[in-house]
């Protein structure tokens, strides 16, 4: 496990790998054969795991479409052109937006608490020196601690929770801030390391304690870097909030929910339409404090780099839409306490000890399902299956719409008059608005919508969770690309190379490169994420777990979450090793 | 009671198709059932004076969740008005979550079917089922399908093996009318789920169940036959395409359950309020009528725990309890 982490840790920091720095450049050394090859096995990792994942997806003989229930489709999206727009409604879904909104907010704060306390043990710069042995044990411990609690997914969390606290408020918060602070305190951990040490050092030498050097010289250069992983942690809490409503806790989910159950699709795409606005307006004002300050963008984020973006961050700290937005989150927290309702009394009440006790008590000894291990197996299969053929109708959508929906360059612009180049800017405002759609309508909507017309099984769930990932991963992709150096392909142009066959030479293969490390990098995510649409009835790990929870089966639910840590945790492996492998 | 059904679901139905509808009618329902009766009744007791908070209450969600928000948010009004209490009913989502609510504490009574009360006296030591309705004990299931699917009414549970080949939807996974009595039923015909076409759905409620299969996105679907004449009744849903395959023998199913610590926590007495009220309702007095109208029932009657034994013993059978 602490193994992994390495793996992680270096893969985050470009900077740091030895075997990079070590190595010559290796286009010296690379001949056509070794490309060919190379290409060969890369083509056959992208192939043997679609053609098998089609296979399991498509039983032989088995019925896959649901004919009945297509003509369903039609009418429910055609409702989508008169949602319901009454006043009463609309009360309704204000309400629910402010609870999500405060949910999301408080959960993010959970995250961002146990992150800086998380990546402080974590970081080896916050210790001196090589730190004492029993920091060192705990410092393992905890890497393994933090890997299993984001390896559940925060829904999965919430019902898990559900069943301790009842139905608290503080379920939400927690289910978002538990698997959410363990990714951040890997992430700010991993960004400390990337500081410059110089001032940390010279205090502690200067014989200052480390609680003020930590205080004093690491966290403010961090303290920009931070503040926009913050808001970009929001963006993500904002749609999980939403997912968690499949447990009753209130918000826009929750209402989805009831209007799904209800069939009242005028209603839904209401609510969707919220879902979309909030997410767009959370994005947006995310997106200008990166930009702003010019730390890392999403993509970067996302990927891991954010530790080498480190070096030059808080290049404009003046930036005043970030310092109004530090400043605001203290009063928003305080607010989205009280309208949230939360309380932490809930925490330490009898009730939840007793509880929390029973709960620990019927998750041991882990038990088999009533179908053994075989079961298992398959559900393992059928989820790793889903996330495949998730990931290829991903990147299809990628394919397809991020190319429009990188923003132009000033100055390199496509040639033409005023009307080109309106005519590409409408295009990538379109792009734009789809990928947004695309990902902010959760996948548990779309899975119910794959399974009207598809029998349940891992099909709808991959179909539902490609189109959520597809929007995930377009606007990911897209960022990356216009990072992309416009410099060598200008050069090939000025040499007389043609326009196309220049962007073919210059301009794909780093735009292969970006894309394929975030798909490798979302197929990670995406693992986590087949527990959503199981829970709605698709397949996989996640479906036998709802079952499981459903009849109160807690010693296989023990097993189930013990399958999905194994699973999220190799494909985690998996995907790093492989992304490594392409940087190389 | 036909008549009765038809009243209360056309309103019903009506509430599904818009909530601006709903309105309306639940305004008429309000007028002419609960007259003057909305004004809070929190802590209007004083006898039985406790400090544990509202009398929590909540039903599994076997139909359209605007339906049983108005349902029980009169049954809560009355609950509250025979306790002395504040009542609050708290809506869920899927059936599990009652279960869990109740098990936590969260709800203190609540409206189970047969397999949730069941799963909740497991979990619950000492929970006891006290009220049904007068048509609980003597429930059924219907098999409807859809007329594109060739499949003609038969009498015998064996006609059931007919059903192979063709696609069938359940609705909650936990409900007894809508999954474990028609799945029980289908085992007795030597009728397994994987002789299906496709995996069987589960569409979480009984509407839902009637919808899919009127909408011929399922051939065949499991329904509480309740729900069903209340549906055909009130007309608001097309069902010229369906047709009634077969009528399950009678078996017992839904229940009022309490936690083993309602007098405790709420005041003595809390139980037996509930009770003589809902055994006194009386059809002849308009208020008491709506309430039975919109559990489509005549009374409610005593029942106990040992009645659900058959259903534990099913559950059981099929692998369907912890």
Redesign the interface.
Same mark, same amino acid.
């Given at each position: 496990m602490t193994d992994l982490v390495e793996v992680a840790r270096h893969d985050r920091d470009p900077t740091a790998g030895p075997d990079r720095a070590g190595r010559p450049p290796s286009s010296c050394r690379v001949t056509g054969r070794q490309v060919a090859l190379r290409r060969g096995a890369g083509a056959l990792i992208v192939l043997l795991p679609l053609t098998w994942a089609l296979q399991r997806a498509l039983p032989q003989g088995?019925?896959?479409v649901?004919r009945?229930?297509v003509?369903?489709i039609g009418d429910l999206l055609g409702k989508a052109w008169s949602p319901?727009l009454?006043g009463?409604?609309l009360e309704v879904v204000v309400d629910a937006a402010v609870t999500t909104l405060a949910f999301a907010a408080l959960g993010t704060a959970g995250a961002l608490v146990i992150g800086l306390l998380g990546g402080l043990v974590l970081s080896d710069v916050a210790w001196a020196r090589r730190p004492p042995w029993p920091v060192r044990t705990v410092r393992t411990g905890l890497r393994g601690a933090l890997v299993a609690i984001r390896s559940i997914h925060e829904l999965v969390w919430a019902l898990l929770l559900? $069943?301790?606290?009842?139905?608290d408020p503080l379920v939400a918060v927690l289910a978002i801030a538990l698997p959410f602070g363990a990714q951040t305190a890997q992430v700010f951990g991993d960004t400390f390391d990337a500081l410059p040490t110089r001032a940390l050092r010279a205090l502690r030498d200067a014989g200052a304690p480390a609680a003020p050097a930590v205080a004093f010289a690491l966290l403010p250069p961090a303290g920009p870097l931070m503040l926009s992983y913050a808001f970009y942690r929001f963006e993500c809490a904002v749609r999980s909030t939403v997912l968690l409503g499949?447990?009753?806790v209130g918000g826009l989910g929750?209402e989805l929910?009831?209007s799904l $159950?209800?069939?009242?699709w005028d209603?839904v795409w209401t609510l969707v339409a919220a879902v979309i606005v909030l997410s767009a307006v959370v994005d947006a004002w995310s997106g200008r404090l990166r930009t702003d300050m010019a730390v890392a963008s999403c993509s970067e984020w996302s990927a891991g780099d954010a530790g080498g973006a480190a070096g030059t961050g808080g290049r404009r700290p003046g930036s005043r839409w970030a310092r109004w937005s530090a400043i605001a989150a203290a009063p928003g927290l305080v607010v989205a306490w009280f309208a949230s309702g939360v309380s932490l009394s809930g925490l330490t009440s009898e009730?939840t000890r007793m509880?929390a006790g029973r709960l620990l008590d019927d998750l041991v000894p882990p038990a088999l399902p009533?179908g053994g291990a075989g079961e298992v197996t398959a559900a393992v299969l059928d989820t790793l299956a889903m996330a495949v053929l998730a990931m290829a109708i991903a990147v299809l959508i990628t394919l397809v719409v991020s190319p429009w929906a990188v923003a132009v360059r000033r100055g390199t612009g496509p040639p033409g008059g005023l009307a080109m180049r309106s005519l590409r800017w409408i295009s990538w405002l379109v792009a734009r608005i789809v990928l947004l759609v695309l990902r902010s309508v959760p996948p548990t909507v779309w899975a119910v919508i794959a399974?009207?017309a598809l029998?349940?099984?891992v099909l709808p769930g991959a179909l539902a969770l490609g189109v959520y990932t597809g929007g995930v991963l377009g606007r990911l992709v897209a960022e990356s690309w216009e990072s992309v150096s416009p410099a060598p392909r200008e050069a090939l142009v000025r040499t007389g190379v043609p326009g196309a066959v220049a962007t073919v030479a210059a301009v794909v293969p780093a735009s292969a490169q970006q894309l394929v490390t975030f798909t490798l990098y979302r197929f990670e995510i995406c693992v986590r994420e087949t527990a959503v649409v199981g829970i709605v009835?698709a397949a996989g790990l996640g479906r036998l777990l709802a079952?499981n929870?459903?009849?109160?089966?807690?010693p296989v639910v023990m097993t189930l979450l013990i399958a999905s840590f194994a699973v999220s945790v190799a494909s985690e492996v998996a995907s790093r090793r492989l992304r490594r492998a392409i940087r190389a | 009671m036909t008549r009765t059904i038809a009243t209360s679901t056309s309103i019903t139905r009506l509430a599904?198709s &818009?909530?601006?509808l709903f309105?309306g009618a639940s305004g008429l329902v309000l007028l002419a059932a609960c007259g003057n009766d909305d004004s809070s009744p929190s802590g209007a007791g004083g006898d039985t004076a406790s400090n544990a908070g509202p009398l929590p209450i909540s039903a599994i969600?076997d139909q359209?969740?605007?339906v049983l928000n108005r349902l029980y948010g009169d049954v809560a009004a009355r609950f509250a008005e025979a306790t002395g209490l504040e009542v609050t009913y708290?809506?869920?989502?899927?059936?599990? #979550?009652v279960?869990?609510?109740f098990?936590?504490?969260?709800l203190a009574i609540a409206w189970m079917g047969g397999l949730t009360g069941v799963?909740a006296a497991? &979990?619950v030591a000492g929970a006891t089922a006290f009220a049904q309705r007068n048509i609980d004990a003597e429930f059924t299931s219907l098999f409807i399908a859809?007329r594109?699917s060739g499949l003609s009414p038969f009498d015998d549970v064996d006609g059931l093996s007919r059903l192979a080949g063709h696609?069938l939807t359940f609705g909650s996974?936990?409900s007894t009318s809508g999954r474990l009595m028609p799945q029980y039923f289908m085992d007795q015909a030597g009728l397994s789920i994987d002789d299906l076409?496709?995996?069987?759905?589960?569409s979480?409620?009984h509407?839902?169940t009637i919808?899919?299969v009127a909408?011929?996105?399922?051939?065949v679907g499991a329904v509480n036959e309740q729900v069903y004449t209340a549906t055909v009744d009130a007309g608001e849903v097309d069902l010229s395409d369906v047709v009634v395959l077969f009528r399950t023998p009678p078996y017992y199913d839904y229940h009022w359950l309490a936690r083993p610590d309602v007098d405790e926590v709420y005041g003595a007495g809390t139980l037996d309020k509930v009770k003589d009220l809902l055994f006194g309702l009386d059809p002849s007095v308009p208020d008491d009528a709506a309430i039975l109208d919109l559990f489509g029932a005549e009374s409610f009657v005593p029942t106990e725990n040992s009645n659900y034994d058959q259903i534990r013993d099913v559950a059981e059978e099929l692998?369907?309890? #912890?």
């Open positions: 088995g019925d896959i649901n009945g229930g003509p369903l319901r009454d009463e409604f559900v $069943s301790v606290l009842g139905l499949a447990v009753g929750q929910v009831v $159950s209800s069939r009242n209603e009730r509880l009533r399974l009207l029998f349940p099984g009835g079952e929870l459903n009849f109160f089966r807690f | 599904t &818009r909530r601006g309105v969600p359209d969740p605007e708290t809506p869920v989502t899927e059936y599990p #979550a279960v869990r609510g098990e936590v504490g969260d799963q497991q &979990r859809t594109k696609s996974e936990t076409k496709g995996q069987p759905g589960f979480g409620s509407d839902a919808e899919a909408s011929g996105s399922f051939e692998d369907l309890l #912890a």
